[in-house]
């Protein structure tokens, strides 16, 4: 396929972190493009400002990650401030270098635009009165998607009630669960874009070429794991002789291999543009070629995929109206990414699960983390375009090992209270005891620094994407596992599984000039809850607020989830001996169940959106799960429920 015969814009534009003072897109094109942006508003005090191309080629870097695959990073200074809750329309033009014409984005995505409005337009709300997050969205999940939900909301949303920003925690993309149908997507997809060829080192397959056209290895990539007896030695001592590649999970059937893959991966969650290059359903003769219950699951997985990408469109517009903000989780490379200090050592020190691991995050870095602080992140960006210039070349080794010792994936936005992102996944208190047990989510550094940035703020949305206060049975069951040896086959992620960790965070709540009023947004686990968190050895302790929405486009087993809270609640009572068993000291949590829920029940487990509004202290006034199917879920705020508050004691 020829360039000419490609969509200008493959995906995006993606509003980013925006201040007064500078705005922030991401997008995606077919070909190397300039372009130019208008902004006005219609209010009492209109706005208006011309950016030429001039000023948004000085404004933007743009990236070549395959022949007809190009990114463009807008971070535009602004001469005159933004307004602030204003509506501010935008009209980004572009023209390819080698055209004479110009074209709007929302000519060439007809559904950019809300209906009755003539441009797609952003909000700057500094003041966070209202947000949505969310994260887990698996395109294969039998039920609908989240960020639909979300578009919905915000088509039907008064200026009063628009929120200030949508907050991805986590696992917007799955590596590690790939469909077939998606995985043969992708393969399309990466031949229409031309990728160059990638060599893959250690591999049993020699190239990304081979891999993607002669041997895709469909159903069957965790056969592609080195197969070196040292590295099968590792294997057994690290998951007990359960067999599965070090990078991978139990789906880990279609792992993303390449760079290409990784990127095409993004592409398809996000736009409805690249899907309709490709060919509808799986080949007949791959299907016949399956077994029996192989070819229903991948005709099962193809109408989920088919609906999935039914709905790109709305999720194209969302993300064009709202600031984005995101960070990863595990999935977003790989499941148990750097889960124990034993798992890194084998995953790292083998060159082919050290490119797979390295791909993933070269493509977070491009395609999510940019945009959460550019001035980070442009230094990287020099090695970015060397390695996608020269895959599978020392130069693209070279990027890999920058991105890992890379150290600033967290971030703050300036937002009222400030939003502040952790990064749970790379900064690792490593265990002590063993190598095998799980690794602090956040290494005592890291914490000492979160506690700087905290001192003399009044409120705070925290981002953590696992929950800092979880469920405590789940978390006693992690605590088992890993006991046994086992903490893999649970994946003990959470912040009580390492003591150091634990007493670090705990301490940074009882320091005296910690923030009154802490939200803390998480994801993770596929079910929502509302927790309430006092200290008992404070006479005024902090509010801290444990909001959990995950799920975007995911559930939790449901008949194991109704159990797991019930059995939490009989164990887990105010006066049950259990709680001198946990690592939380002396803290007081409240569980607030949704209105209408049954005895008993004080998780949610519907895939959605969550959606936090905040008084102008920082404190939750109302949260409500905006459930995929149209429902909504509100959590009962007014009164916590005193037969499940819990001591938490050393």
């Given at each position: 396929?020829?360039?000419?015969?490609?969509?200008?814009?493959?995906?995006?534009?993606?509003?980013?972190?925006?201040?007064?003072?500078?705005?922030?897109?991401?997008?995606?094109?077919?070909?190397?493009?300039?372009?130019?942006?208008?902004?006005?508003?219609?209010?009492?005090?209109?706005?208006?400002?011309?950016?030429?191309?001039?000023?948004?080629?000085?404004?933007?870097?743009?990236?070549?990650?395959?022949?007809?695959?190009?990114?463009?990073?807008?971070?535009?200074?602004?001469?005159?401030?933004?307004?602030?809750?204003?509506?501010?329309?935008?009209?980004?033009?572009?023209?390819?270098?080698?055209?004479?014409?110009?074209?709007?984005?929302?000519?060439?995505?007809?559904?950019?635009?809300?209906?009755?409005?003539?441009?797609?337009?952003?909000?700057?709300?500094?003041?966070?009165?209202?947000?949505?997050?969310?994260?887990?969205?698996?395109?294969?999940?039998?039920?609908?998607?989240?960020?639909?939900?979300?578009?919905?909301?915000?088509?039907?949303?008064?200026?009063?009630?628009?929120?200030?920003?949508?907050?991805?925690?986590?696992?917007?993309?799955?590596?590690?669960?790939?469909?077939?149908?998606?995985?043969?997507?992708?393969?399309?997809?990466?031949?229409?874009?031309?990728?160059?060829?990638?060599?893959?080192?250690?591999?049993?397959?020699?190239?990304?070429?081979?891999?993607?056209?002669?041997?895709?290895?469909?159903g069957q990539r965790e056969q592609l794991l080195p197969d070196t007896q040292a590295g099968q030695q590792v294997l057994q001592q690290v998951f007990k002789g359960v067999r599965k590649p070090v990078f991978t999970s139990d789906n880990a059937h279609n792992h993303l291999i390449s760079f290409a893959e990784v990127c095409c991966m993004y592409l398809?969650?996000?736009?409805?543009?690249?899907?309709?290059?490709?060919?509808?359903?799986?080949?007949?003769?791959?299907?016949?070629?399956?077994?029996?219950?192989?070819?229903?699951?991948?005709?099962?997985?193809?109408?989920?995929?088919?609906?999935?990408?039914?709905?790109?469109?709305?999720?194209?517009?969302?993300?064009?109206?709202?600031?984005?903000?995101?960070?990863?989780?595990?999935?977003?490379?790989?499941?148990?990414?750097?889960?124990?200090?034993?798992?890194?050592?084998?995953?790292?020190?083998?060159?082919?699960?050290?490119?797979?691991?390295?791909?993933?995050?070269?493509?977070?870095?491009?395609?999510?983390?940019?945009?959460?602080?550019?001035?980070?992140?442009?230094?990287?960006?020099?090695?970015?375009?060397?390695?996608?210039?020269?895959?599978?070349?020392?130069?693209?080794?070279?990027?890999?090992?920058?991105?890992?010792?890379?150290?600033?994936?967290?971030?703050?936005?300036?937002?009222?209270?400030?939003?502040?992102?952790?990064?749970?996944?790379?900064?690792?208190?490593?265990?002590?005891?063993?190598?095998?047990?799980?690794?602090?989510?956040?290494?005592?550094?890291?914490?000492?620094?979160?506690?700087?940035?905290?001192?003399?703020?009044?409120?705070?949305?925290?981002?953590?994407?696992?929950?800092?206060?979880?469920?405590?049975?789940?978390?006693?069951?992690?605590?088992?596992?890993?006991?046994?040896?086992?903490?893999?086959?649970?994946?003990?992620?959470?912040?009580?599984?390492?003591?150091?960790?634990?007493?670090?965070?705990?301490?940074?709540?009882?320091?005296?000039?910690?923030?009154?009023?802490?939200?803390?947004?998480?994801?993770?686990?596929?079910?929502?809850?509302?927790?309430?968190?006092?200290?008992?050895?404070?006479?005024?302790?902090?509010?801290?607020?444990?909001?959990?929405?995950?799920?975007?486009?995911?559930?939790?087993?449901?008949?194991?989830?109704?159990?797991?809270?019930?059995?939490?609640?009989?164990?887990?009572?105010?006066?049950?001996?259990?709680?001198?068993?946990?690592?939380?000291?002396?803290?007081?949590?409240?569980?607030?169940?949704?209105?209408?829920?049954?005895?008993?029940?004080?998780?949610?487990?519907?895939?959605?959106?969550?959606?936090?509004?905040?008084?102008?202290?920082?404190?939750?006034?109302?949260?409500?799960?905006?459930?995929?199917?149209?429902?909504?879920?509100?959590?009962?705020?007014?009164?916590?429920?005193?037969?499940?508050?819990?001591?938490?004691?050393?």
């Amino acid at each position: 396929m020829t360039t000419d015969s490609l969509p200008l814009l493959l995906a995006g534009p993606i509003l980013r972190r925006i201040t007064p003072s500078r705005l922030t897109f991401w997008l995606a094109t077919s070909a190397a493009v300039q372009c130019q942006l208008q902004l006005q508003s219609d209010s009492d005090t209109p706005y208006s400002a011309h950016c030429s191309s001039q000023q948004l080629s000085e404004a933007t870097t743009e990236l070549q990650l395959a022949s007809s695959l190009y990114l463009q990073l807008i971070d535009l200074p602004l001469q005159q401030p933004l307004p602030l809750e204003q509506a501010v329309y935008y009209d980004l033009q572009l023209k390819a270098k080698q055209d004479s014409h110009w074209q709007s984005c929302h000519q060439l995505v007809h559904t950019l635009r809300y209906p009755d409005q003539h441009l797609p337009f952003f909000r700057l709300q500094p003041q966070v009165r209202q947000l949505l997050h969310g994260s887990c969205r698996k395109p294969h999940f039998n039920g609908p998607d989240g960020l639909v939900r979300a578009d919905q909301y915000l088509a039907a949303c008064s200026a009063q009630d628009w929120p200030s920003l949508l907050m991805l925690s986590g696992d917007q993309i799955y590596a590690d669960d790939v469909a077939m149908p998606m995985l043969h997507a992708i393969h399309q997809l990466t031949e229409k874009l031309g990728f160059a060829d990638e060599v893959l080192p250690n591999a049993e397959i020699q190239s990304s070429c081979e891999l993607h056209l002669q041997r895709p290895y469909y159903g069957q990539r965790e056969q592609l794991l080195p197969d070196t007896q040292a590295g099968q030695q590792v294997l057994q001592q690290v998951f007990k002789g359960v067999r599965k590649p070090v990078f991978t999970s139990d789906n880990a059937h279609n792992h993303l291999i390449s760079f290409a893959e990784v990127c095409c991966m993004y592409l398809l969650v996000w736009s409805p543009q690249c899907w309709s290059l490709l060919s509808s359903g799986l080949p007949a003769d791959l299907v016949l070629s399956l077994p029996a219950k192989q070819q229903l699951k991948a005709q099962q997985q193809h109408q989920s995929i088919q609906a999935f990408a039914a709905g790109l469109g709305q999720v194209q517009r969302l993300m064009a109206h709202l600031p984005v903000a995101m960070i990863f989780d595990d999935h977003d490379i790989s499941d148990d990414w750097n889960l124990t200090a034993e798992w890194e050592q084998t995953a790292y020190q083998q060159p082919f699960s050290r490119r797979i691991i390295g791909n993933a995050l070269l493509g977070y870095a491009l395609f999510q983390g940019w945009g959460n602080a550019p001035e980070r992140h442009q230094p990287l960006l020099p090695l970015c375009q060397q390695a996608a210039a020269h895959q599978g070349s020392s130069l693209h080794d070279d990027c890999i090992s920058a991105l890992l010792k890379f150290n600033q994936w967290h971030y703050q936005w300036p937002t009222e209270p400030p939003l502040i992102v952790l990064d749970t996944r790379t900064q690792r208190w490593r265990s002590e005891v063993s190598p095998a047990n799980p690794s602090g989510l956040m290494d005592w550094e890291s914490i000492t620094d979160l506690q700087q940035q905290l001192l003399g703020k009044k409120a705070v949305l925290l981002v953590s994407p696992a929950p800092v206060f979880g469920v405590k049975l789940i978390e006693a069951i992690q605590h088992l596992f890993t006991a046994f040896g086992k903490p893999l086959l649970v994946d003990a992620e959470s912040w009580m599984a390492h003591p150091g960790s634990a007493h670090a965070l705990l301490n940074l709540f009882r320091h005296p000039k910690t923030p009154q009023n802490f939200v803390i947004l998480s994801g993770d686990v596929h079910y929502s809850f509302v927790f309430q968190v006092g200290l008992r050895c404070r006479e005024h302790s902090p509010s801290i607020w444990q909001i959990t929405s995950s799920g975007l486009k995911n559930e939790f087993p449901d008949r194991l989830l109704q159990l797991l809270d019930r059995c939490n609640r009989w164990l887990y009572a105010s006066r049950s001996p259990l709680n001198w068993l946990t690592k939380r000291r002396q803290m007081k949590v409240t569980h607030h169940k949704p209105v209408g829920a049954t005895a008993g029940q004080r998780l949610a487990n519907s895939a959605g959106i969550g959606l936090v509004q905040l008084t102008s202290d920082g404190v939750p006034q109302r949260v409500l799960q905006l459930t995929a199917k149209g429902e909504n879920i509100e959590f009962d705020l007014t009164q916590g429920d005193d037969e499940v508050s819990e001591d938490y004691s050393l």
